[in-house]
């Protein structure tokens, strides 16, 4: 047994620890979740989504306990209100989709034969959330996998350690047995080791590349199903038709938001030549109004990175940039503390020979480099390792479509960025990962098919 503690950024406090469970213990956890499992499957599907949009109000009724909470666990401000909007969003989609979503496929009946496919629950679906966005990314496996009549053991990441115990007891408060959804604390070691051994059948992860490497060595042999939604490093395309000013907030807040702590933030973004120097001028404007601090401060829009050392991260990748002959904007504030607390930044200069243009940053910086046309942006967008979203931002939506069609990209944004439309499928390629969240696909993801191939007569 060890303690898992989530250090607070907001001042290098502890803020809460649990212990985590012995191999043998997590495996008696894991294998009641077996056990209950197909009682609730032969819950009528309108009942399983019933009970699990019960859960999701109970956890919306906790609102005013978890904001300061998350700002407490991971830094973001309070006055943007937590997550229960898209957590909402997302599942009531699944929710009201579902019944379609599982139907059974007809393929054809006549006087001798019958024959469809079902689709058929996983089993125990174990799902492995991260700490930057904890509820809305849990919510999206959680909620569409339970209705499609899977049992669920999650994980969170330590730095938000107390949301699964939240999410766990509002669910058990609204209904939902206490082994068909339970939250549980291992270190990496034991979850590997249920993996490996087999304890679950389907596991959903996200977080870094690294981290989905482990799940897939962890995984080898045992045919579990993964999905797997890992590091981006997503650009946007602003062409020389764009509204300007809706690229420049939309992109910037894309870059910024969450202290940049986003899986689809945009970290690079490539501008036609004769908006270039404008747009850089305006995000520049923009990013100077930002205030850095507490974010238990109503009046604070950028709050502490999760951790110093994702901080130091950034800051890292900027030097770097400088020493190289990449321009910084944006003078340091006065609250950067050289830890958590983080001056945002906007660079020009840059080239793909720099780690920031490269690597993933997840923090709030962002490169902006200009182009001369599509060609030069499709060439950049793909010079990646990841592939999660694209921002294009112009005026014709078909231009649009074919520069989208060449871009090695999950999801394909014109003038928007940075949301989770629940109604398409959440993916990515490349190291980004595999599989797919939400949509029908999601539950395609997160069942199997069987096909019945029924003969009524043999004479």
Known sequence: MSLLKCISPIDGSGFAERATLEAGAARALVDRARAAQADWAARPLSERAELVMAGVAAVGAMNDEIVP?????????????????????????????????LADIAVGEDATFKRYIKRVPHGVVFVVAPWNYPYMTAINTVAPALIAGNTVVLKHATQTLLVGERMARAFHSAGVPEDVFMNIFLDHDTTSALIAGGAFDFVNFTGSV????????????????????????????????????????????????????????????????????????????????????????????????????????????VSEAVAAGAIAHIPTFAEDDGGAYLTPQILTGVTHDMRIMRDESFGPVVGIMPV???????????????????????????????????????????????????????????????????????????????????KKVTK
């Open 69 to 101: 909470e998350l700002a407490h666990m991971m830094g973001r401000p309070v006055r943007y209100g937590g997550e229960f909007g898209g957590f909402n969003e997302r599942a009531s989609h699944m929710a009201a989709i579902a019944e379609e979503a």
């Open 210 to 317: 690294g981290g989905g490497r482990a799940m897939e060595r962890a995984a080898a042999g045992t045919f579990t199903g993964l999905g797997l939604e890992l590091g981006g490093k997503d650009p946007g395309y602003v062409m020389e038709d764009a509204d300007l000013d809706a690229a420049v907030a939309t992109l910037i807040d894309g870059a910024m938001f969450n202290s940049g702590q986003c899986c689809c933030g945009i970290e690079r973004i490539y501008v036609h030549e004769s908006l270039f120097d404008a747009f850089v001028e305006k995000s520049v404007e923009l990013v100077k109004t930002y205030k850095l601090g507490n974010p238990l401060d109503p009046d604070t829009t950028l709050g502490p990175m999760a951790n110093p050392r994702f901080a130091d991260e950034v800051r890292a990748q």
């Open 372 to 454: 001369k046309d599509d060609e030069e942006a499709i060439a950049l967008m793909n010079d990646s390792e990841f592939g999660l979203t694209a921002s294009l931002w112009t005026a014709n939506i078909d231009r649009a479509m074919a520069v989208g069609d060449r871009i090695e990209t999950g999801t394909v944004f014109l003038n928007r960025a940075d949301y989770l439309d629940p109604g398409l499928c959440w993916t990515g390629c490349k190291n980004t990962g595999r599989g797919g969240g939400l949509s029908v696909i999601g539950y395609h993801n997160l069942t199997r098919p069987t096909s019945y191939h029924l």
